[in-house]
């Protein structure tokens, strides 16, 4: 079942989610929702806080970053391994985060039409349970880091605009405050928090 997508402004994208335990009811459902709900939307992630669950959940799938090239037309280095790079995070931990900060300009199903460049560290190490409660302990980098990073975000209650500057934050303002409105154009199909009521 595809669900709404919340929109920037609703306060369970600010708030820190719960963890799920084992007898979380029909897991492999909203996982299924998760997955339609993120493909409808072309997206290479999404958070349940996304769609209203404030619980420590994220899956990604980033098979649409596999064939990046840079500009001289060689792969992205940074795209390597993301043909099968799909998977579900359940209340992950990020252990460990080094290297150099990059920029990367990320956008996020909650927040369309806006992109800025977020700088982050390059690797990771993030210890999670699968979708059958495996709990696994790898390491990323490139686009995979990035995308982890951004989904981690998410149950924790930030968002990609909480790492701008307060000047580049105030210029968007007025953008941010017509997406809580729903006076923005996105291709799926999204709550806004302060859309007036239709008469
Ligand atoms: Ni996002």
């Known amino acids: 079942m595809i669900l709404p997508i919340v929109a920037y402004g609703d306060p ?24 339609e709900t993120m493909y409808a939307a072309s997206g290479v992630g999404l958070a349940a806080p996304q769609i209203g669950k404030s619980i420590r959940i994220f899956i ?24 099968n790079f799909k998977k ?25 039409t806006i992109r800025e460049e977020v700088f982050r560290k390059e690797k990771i190490v993030v210890s999670y349970f699968d979708e059958n409660w495996t709990l696994k302990e790898e390491a990323f980098e490139g686009y995979k880091a990035r995308i982890i990073q951004h989904e981690y975000d998410h149950i924790d209650g930030v968002l990609f605009t909480d790492h701008l500057s307060p000047l580049k934050k105030r210029l968007l303002n007025k953008k941010l405050q017509n997406i809580s409105k729903g006076d923005v154009k996105a291709d799926y199909k999204m709550k806004f928090p302060a859309k007036k009521k239709q008469r």
């Not at 369970?12 to 997955?35: H, Q, S, T, W, Y």
């Not at 098979?63 to 792969?75: H, Q, R, V």
């Not at 900060?101 to 199903?109: I, P, S, V």
């Open 12 to 35: 369970v994208l600010k708030k820190e989610a719960e963890e799920l335990d084992e007898d979380f009811p029909n897991l492999k459902g909203f996982i299924d929702d998760m997955f």
């Open 60 to 83: 990604v799938d980033g098979t649409a970053f596999a064939e990046d090239e840079d500009e001289e037309g060689n792969a992205d280095p940074r795209a390597a391994g993301m043909e």
């Open 88 to 112: 579900v995070f359940i209340n992950p931990i990020i252990e460990e985060e080094s290297g150099e900060k990059w920029g990367f300009n990320e956008g996020c199903l909650s927040i369309p």
